[in-house]
Every structure is written in C-alpha cells, then in structure tokens.
C-alpha cells in the first residue's frame, strides 16, 4: 500500500507539473511558467548516455578518415557553428526586446569560453601554421573537455524544459564540442604533447582581453571569471576576494584554473598513446 502510494503520489506530481507548464518549443523562459529545472531528469540523463557512446563510437568506427576530409569537416562545421550561433542570439534578443528587457549585453555577448570554441573552429578551418595548431590544441583540451562538463552539468535545463529549443541549444553546443575534440584525437589529427597545457590557453588569454574589461565595467561574468557564477566552490572563492578588494587575483587565477582542464586531457592522451602504442607519437596537424 506505502509503495502504490508513493507511485501514485509520483505520478501526479508529474501530471501536476505537466498541466502547469503551458509553452511551445520556441518558448522564451520568461514565458514557461511553472517550470523548475530539468537537470539530471531522465531525458537529461539519457542523452548523457547516448551522447557519450555515440561520440565513442563513431570516433572508432572513423578513425581512419583522412586528414583531408577531416580538413573540410572543420570548415563545415565552422559556418554551421557561427550561423547555429546567430540565430541563438537572434531568437534570444527577439524576446529580450519585445519583452521590454533590451538587449542583454550582461549574458548574450559571445564572449564565453564555449564562444571560444567557434572562433577557434574558423581559424582552425582556414588559417594555417602556429595560428592553426594553437587553436586545434585548444579544441582538443579545455574546450573538449569543457563540452563533456557542459553535457552533464547543462545550466540551460535550469532555465528551459529539455524539449525546448533553449535547453536543445544548449545540449547540441556542448555535445559538438566534446565530439570534434574527441573525434580530432582519436583520428590522430592532432596529437597532443605537454606543451599543449599551456598552447591551450593562449586563445583563452585573447578573449580574456576583452571579456576582462567588459566584466568589470558592466558587471558581467563572461569566461566565469568575474564571479565564476554557478562553480561549485570558485563562485565562494570569487565572493571572498571581491570582498577583500582583489577580485582581480581571482580573475588570475580563474584563466590559470582552465590549464587543469587541458592538463588532463594531455595526460590522458599520453596515457592511451603509451598503453596502446610503442611510440608515443610526435606532434603534428596536417
């Protein structure tokens, strides 16, 4: 009796929050009343699941692609990236400004570490050299691994329902750059060396310039690294130093925070290189 109980009570809950919640798939979160959050809800975390063996798979199955065709897989995917973007902005500002809210120059500038990832896909696509070789490190490390985070901690699903093209945004972003970083390596397009830990943050130390000045002029937290907003732990420490005036060491030691990022990525890298080869293969892009 206690456990139909329980069941029953479940499913009404569910119906209750279905009925409430009232939008269509283009619905802007002003509008979706009712709604709490998404995250670790099972569609959520059955799209983690098949997100990660899709990418796995597909990474061994293709792994001998040429470095050719791999060549036009970026440029590809660096348009679809830069108008994929756009009409995100586009979509959001439609409801920022209809809605009497303006332009959101707080959160909507492309100005974050995951912006990085189209930049650096569209110099990755057609510059060449060091120019191409710096930005194919970053797209192998920080921003690989910061899509896999972003895949399972998706801030979006705390603003949108998961079938929504808000949460749906957000989801495809991050999975494309966990796939391209994951996909880049294992087809031996790039092959990572230590050096790469510190090469990774050179594009982020770019976009620092301006999203630094722009942080602290409005008070936004583009790159996390004003007020690291939503880091567990980083947010606390951001909160400390700016009460103690330095909030501009933290903003230092936030940028140094992502070569973690690319560390274990490097890492890992060299350890299956060794494990699964006699040589560790030498560093080069084609």
């Known amino acids: ?88 902005i586009s979509w959001e500002s439609y409801y920022d400004i209809t809605t009497g809210h303006g332009f959101n120059y707080f959160g909507l500038l492309p100005l974050y570490t995951c912006s990085l990832f189209i930049y650096s896909m569209l110099l990755a696509g057609w510059a060449k050299g060091k120019v191409k070789r710096t930005c194919l490190s970053f797209i192998t490390t920080i921003s690989m691994l910061s899509g896999f985070i972003g895949m399972i901690y998706c801030n979006g699903l705390n603003f949108y329902p998961f079938w929504t093209f808000g949460a749906f945004y957000s989801l495809f ?18 092959k990572l ?25 409005i008070r936004s937290d583009y790159m996390l690294i ?3 907003g939503g880091v567990p732990l980083m947010d606390k420490l951001a909160e400390v130093m700016a009460g103690a005036g330095i909030r501009f060491l933290f903003t230092i030691i936030m940028l140094a925070s ?5 560390a274990v990525v490097v890492g890992l890298s060299k350890l299956i290189y060794k494990l699964f080869s006699k040589k560790s293969p030498q560093t080069e892009a084609e």
Request: glycine share 2%.
């Open 258 to 262: 992502y070569m973690i990022l690319s």
């Open 226 to 228: 004003y007020e690291a």
């Open 193 to 217: 060396e230590w050096k790469d830990i510190y090469i990774a943050l050179i594009p982020m130390l770019f976009l620092a310039v301006v999203a630094i000045p722009v942080n602290y002029a």
């Open 173 to 190: 972003f991050h999975f494309i750059m966990f796939f391209t970083g994951f996909f880049l390596l294992i087809t031996g397009y790039v």
């Open 1 to 88: 009796m206690l456990y139909q109980n329980i069941c029953y009570n479940h499913k009404t809950s569910i119906l209750r929050k279905r009925l409430t919640l009232n939008y269509h798939f283009f619905d802007y979160k002003y509008n979706i009343q009712g709604f709490s959050s998404d995250l670790f809800s099972t569609p959520h975390i059955c799209y983690i699941i098949l997100a990660t063996i899709f990418t796995v798979v597909f990474g061994i199955i293709f792994r001998k692609t040429s470095h050719k065709k791999i060549d036009v897989f970026i440029k590809v995917l660096s348009i679809v990236m830069v108008l994929f973007e756009t009409t995100k």
